[in-house]
Each structure stands twice: as C-alpha cells, then as structure tokens.
C-alpha cells in the first residue's frame, strides 16, 4: 500500500511538470481511478505520435517518458501487481543460480 502511495506522489508530481511544459494543458487526474490513467495515457501517446508525424519534437515535454512509465507503474498497482517487487525477485533468483 505504501508503494502506491509513493507511485502515486512521484505520478503527481511528474505529471504536474509535464502539464506546466506543454502547450495544452490537461485535466487535473485522479490517481485512484485505472480508467482515468489508460485514457490519460492515451492522450500523451497521441501527442507524441502527432508531434512525430508532424516532425515537431520540440513540442513533446521531456517529462514524457517518466509520465508514461509512472503511469503504467501506478496502473499495475492499483491492479494488485508490483512490477518492481517482481524485478527484485527475480533478479534475487538469477543471482543464486
């Protein structure tokens, strides 16, 4: 419960750097709600899909990618599933083998 917390807290505060930088500013989120997250994360993936087609790089904040990776962390969490307690696992038993 406390990693969600904390996923949430760094999710909050990234999200408010990416908001501060880009040029259309986005609705404040609800952290606890998954759906609100997968669309979220639709509209970021569909900036950056448009700013690259249209060779406007310039315009995707550089927060963009902690943005999408904290999000995908939060979301996997509120579906009860710890990526990085996995990770330490398995990296725990690749290190004993």
Known sequence: ???LKEAQASLIATYSLYNA???KK?????VDDNDTLKALLEV??????IAYVQKV????????????????DVMLLL???DIK???????LATNID
């Open 1 to 3: 419960m406390e990693r």
């Open 21 to 23: 930088a880009s040029e």
């Open 26 to 30: 986005l609705p404040a989120i609800d």
């Open 44 to 49: 970021i993936q569909n900036r950056e899909a």
């Open 57 to 72: 790089k310039k315009t995707i904040p550089t927060e963009v990618t902690e943005l999408k990776r904290l999000l995908a």
């Open 79 to 81: 579906d009860g599933v």
């Open 85 to 91: 307690a996995i990770k330490a696992k398995n990296k």
